[in-house]
């Protein structure tokens, strides 16, 4: 090797090299060239941050001026579903006054950065304020890194219309069930809230299923079951539509279908009651 | 892991039907190959073997994407290239404007085991995180620095 280095000076090919090297200059840090499919930032640095606070503020702008009906979208799992997600953006701006519109997890398949990139510019096409709680899939490269550069924390929460919705993290399984996902210490401090009159959990994993932490499921749902006011825990992961007060409590527990589906959830929060329908797209 | 073993295989019987010399036959020449992005780090080096006619070249590279990209990733690939047609820019330059190939790339990195962890059932997820196979179009420029060696700079 040091022989050829020698070589390589010896013959003058380093300035031979220059216009080889010049040539990449203006194309360098250009988000065409991807250095690893593992990298976390986009090769330009320049990529969506903070999406989920930002709709938020979003969402929050239009509160004063809006009725007292929530209306919301909820869908689970788009992973690989690109064109599928396309025609469901597409159905869902033909909706009237909804108000948000939730994925409910497993964004990413592989959890790798260009799959955000292409379900973003899917997402973005949306003309109402999107949210996304994170799923098993979310985590499965980089432990979670591009979702919450992308769309922020695993846990937030926050009050519109007088609901309080609680997006955290439940994919136990991730974290070889340690015991702190979901986080009942965040959950149980968002529950002593008094400005809202009712609450709606928002996670991946339902916390029935064999990937939620089973030392976690009866402190979970008696944890919800404990706050007269908490109406639903809307769950993906299942890929399927179901609806049931599973525990036999007054808590509802809802999963929706994944993306590829071609149907989607809408519910109707009319004075804490639920109003559910289920659009094709 | 057993891919891992199955490729390790794979090189030692390819290894055997194409002896020494009837590699060197095949590929007569060599090069230190040079390369910006393309998935396999930020900056990845590596040793060719190349045809005669300089159409087709088998290259083994070592990248590395720095931690400001998130966590220090390296990759070991083996690659296969095919040009299609040169330009010559000069006497010892020489322009490959489409490069095609197929290459695989074993990632290690922080978050980058060779397996899933004993956390997950049997084939809980279907994909092998770690190693990947792509297939490429690049552009290549070469400069010959002996009869025999051209070195590559890819992009």
């Known amino acids: ?281 | 892991m057993h891919k891992l073993i199955y490729i390790f295989i794979f090189l030692l019987n390819f290894t055997n039907v194409f002896s020494q010399k009837k590699l060197n036959d095949i590929f007569p020449k060599s090069a230190i190959t040079v390369q910006y992005a393309g998935s396999t780090g930020f900056i990845t080096l590596g040793y060719s073997i190349v045809t005669r006619n300089d159409k087709f070249e088998i290259t083994l590279l070592y990248g590395k994407t720095p931690r400001s990209f998130g966590g220090v990733n390296r990759s070991l690939n083996i690659k296969g290239a095919y040009n299609p047609f040169h330009l010559i820019i000069k006497n010892n330059c020489l322009s490959d404007p489409i490069q095609l190939g197929i290459f695989m790339s074993q990632n290690f990195g922080e978050n980058l085991g060779l397996n899933w962890s004993n956390k997950y059932p049997n084939g809980y997820y279907w994909w092998n995180r770690s190693l990947r196979t792509h297939f490429f179009v690049s552009s290549q420029i070469s400069y010959l620095l002996t009869k025999k060696r051209f070195d590559k700079i890819s992009g």
Request: hydrophobic share 35%; proline share 5%.
């Open chain 1, 1 to 281: 090797m040091k022989n050829l280095c020698l070589k390589f000076i010896k013959k003058g090919s380093i300035s031979a090299l220059l216009p080889a090297i010049l040539l990449l200059i203006p194309v360098i840090g250009c988000d065409k060239f991807e250095y690893s499919p593992y990298q976390t930032t986009t090769t330009s640095g320049s990529m969506p941050v903070n999406l989920n606070n930002i709709n938020i503020q979003k969402i929050k702008l239009t509160e004063p001026n809006a009725d007292d009906t929530v209306t919301v979208i909820y869908s689970g799992d788009s992973q690989r579903f690109y064109d599928r997600l396309e025609d469901l953006v597409t159905k869902v701006n033909t909706l009237k006054n909804v108000d948000f519109f939730i994925l409910c997890g497993d964004i990413a398949d592989f959890g790798i950065l260009q799959e955000y990139l292409w379900i973003y510019d899917k997402l973005d096409k949306l003309n109402i304020p999107y949210l996304c709680v994170i799923g098993n899939h979310d985590l499965a490269a980089n432990n979670g890194e591009i979702f919450t550069k992308i769309f922020g924390e695993k846990n937030y929460s926050f009050n519109y219309k007088g609901y309080k919705f609680l997006f955290h993290d439940t994919n136990g399984r991730e974290y070889n069930f340690n015991g702190n996902a979901p986080n009942m210490w965040w959950l149980a401090d968002q529950l002593i809230d008094s400005i809202p009159n009712w609450f709606v959990g928002v996670s991946h994993v339902p916390p029935y299923d064999l990937d939620f932490d089973k030392n976690l499921e009866y402190p979970y749902k008696k944890l919800f079951a404990s706050e007269p006011n908490f109406l639903i825990s809307l769950h993906g992961h299942l890929h399927g539509t179901s609806d049931s007060f599973y525990y036999g409590d007054h808590v509802r527990y809802m999963t929706s279908n994944s993306v590829q589906k071609e149907e989607v959830v809408m519910l109707q929060f009319i004075n804490g009651q639920i109003i559910k329908n289920l659009i094709p797209y």
